[in-house]
């Protein structure tokens, strides 16, 4: 590996980790404060509201993020496959988001149980809609992530002041869900200002070669992917749907607030050097194969080395952090959380092993090998799911998400060590 690509990685993960240091603390200062401020009925429909425009979000995205980069990433010196990319992907995504909208509706009408979360899933739709305009899969495949990351950041420190401002008691859910999915939007204007004056070739002409076949070219390519995440969501997300429609809005600000700050942890941490590790992956993979291997060795132990590290702060500041973040709770309720963080080995590294191992090393068996591995355990955790939280209410969710993430990331070890991947 040469000495430029070690910079450019480096380069790119100290943007994308200012990035995501914005995304870590903005969130940290806001969902303490949110669940102070809401009440625990309020907090579960704000919730559930995100988790409902998930799914949105998952169709929309339909693995664009991964496919589509990897796509451009190989044809970045070829302006008019890349320019052809931009604008089929753009294309299946807005028809998406259509079709996302009105099954969105057919849902919210359907379910009685469903009503009261109504107007809050429909105001978080805003952010399908700024996804759309902020492409982080072309910033990504044409290695512009330092501007993806301060479009990022502008977004964030624009919208989420306000939180503060109008979040005020504890029936204010909806301007809360309002503020944060203006965030998105905000980013997608930014997004698409910078695309037109600094990336003028995909404008040029207009929308260029979006045709029926090309479309379909694009929507194969990121099937497989499509059938992952989805699986992925239906144990993550349909844990918070089947709390919200087993039990009361208070079983979801429960889990809801532990899981999301977990989450917020570990990509905060690990989003970043997989979004700078997996184009340069990509790129080596194509030069030469033990290179790229020996590159994502290194990130391997990297990563294991940061979470490690995470969990040992977790763990020796364990009372402060349940202190601060859910002295609202039952103290059986809120020292679940230090059990619950060791999740955040399985996640972070089963996301290294299935993205740049399996999917950055791999080829079409191996990419065929990821999605099965996310539509099989999340086909299996469903009647798990369902039989668990039913049975035992936001702690079904818990032990259900700490196993079948654990499950996730041994089988995904395990083709990586088959492979000879690590």
Known sequence: MTKNTYKELIVNSVYLYFGQGINFILPLLVLPYLIKTLSSQSFGIYSFAFAFTQFSLLFVDFGFNISATKNIAENVLNP???KMTFWNVTSVKCFFMLVSLLFTFTILLSFSKFSYYKEAVLINFITVIGTILYPTWLFQGINKLKAMTIINIISKLITYPFVFIFVTNSTDFLQAIFIQSLSFLVAGLLSLIYLIKYQKFLFEGGVYNVKKHFMKNEIKDSFSIFLSNSSISLYTNSLTIFLGFFYTPNSVGIFSSMERLIRTIVFGVLAPINQAAFPIIINLKKESLPQAKDFFLKIFFFVVTLVVLVYIFIYFFNSEIINKFFHQYKNSESSIFIYFAAIIF?????????????????????KKIFSRIYIYIGIFSLPLSLFLIYKLDYLGAIYSMVFVEFLVFIVMGYFVKKYKFL
């Open 346 to 366: 399985p996640i972070a590294m089963g996301s290294v092993f299935g993205q740049l191992g399996l999917l950055g090393l791999g080829n079409e068996l191996q």
């Open 80 to 82: 008019k496959k890349t």
